[in-house]
């Protein structure tokens, strides 16, 4: 069984952590967002902060290959990229990873790419690898 690693990240935007205290998925701090649905319906979501883990809640209902718009809590930052989703076309959304890179999602819900990733690999796996202890 690989270890569970919890990621900590921060808004691209304004430099905030993400990390909501309050509010817990897989016993592990989640990371706390603001969503907006295509119909205009808002809400809290919160992601597994768990490496590997796609579990969420959310206050709105998503429906199944909804596309949706991630925000940052602190600045209200619309956090897509003008980047694409390599599977569905979707937007790519990002966050700034404490470890260093950055951390992917796709934007639609259900897509099979809605994990996270890093960018920069080799910095970040290494120092993933240092600071967890591998
Ligand atoms: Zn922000
Ligand atoms: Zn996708």
């Known amino acids: 069984m690989p270890k569970k690693v919890s990621?900590?990240?921060?808004?691209p935007n304004?430099?905030?952590?993400?990390?909501?205290d309050t509010h817990l998925i897989n016993n592990r701090k989640a990371i706390g967002l603001n969503i907006k649905t295509s119909d205009g319906k808002e809400g809290k979501i919160w992601l597994s902060s768990i490496y590997g883990d796609y579990n969420y809640t959310c206050e709105v209902p998503i429906p199944e290959g909804e596309v949706v718009d991630f925000m940052c809590p602190?600045?209200?930052?619309?956090l897509?990229?003008?980047l694409e989703c390599e599977?569905?076309?979707?937007?790519?959304?990002s966050f700034t990873c404490s470890i260093g890179g950055k951390v992917s999602i796709c934007s639609r819900n259900g897509c099979k790419n809605h994990y996270v990733?890093?960018?920069?690999?080799?910095?970040?796996v290494r120092k993933f690898y240092s600071?967890?202890?591998?």
């Not at 990621?7 to 808004?11: A, E, F, G, H, I």
């Not at 304004?14 to 909501?20: K, P, R, S, V, Y």
């Not at 600071?131 to 591998?134: N, S, V």
């Open 14 to 20: 304004c430099g905030e952590f993400l990390t909501d």
């Open 80 to 82: 897509a990229r003008p």
């Open 117 to 124: 990733v890093f960018e920069n690999l080799d910095t970040a």
């Open 74 to 78: 602190h600045c209200n930052a619309n």
């Open 131 to 134: 600071e967890y202890g591998y």
């Open 7 to 11: 990621l900590t990240v921060k808004c």
């Open 87 to 93: 599977v569905c076309q979707a937007p790519i959304v």
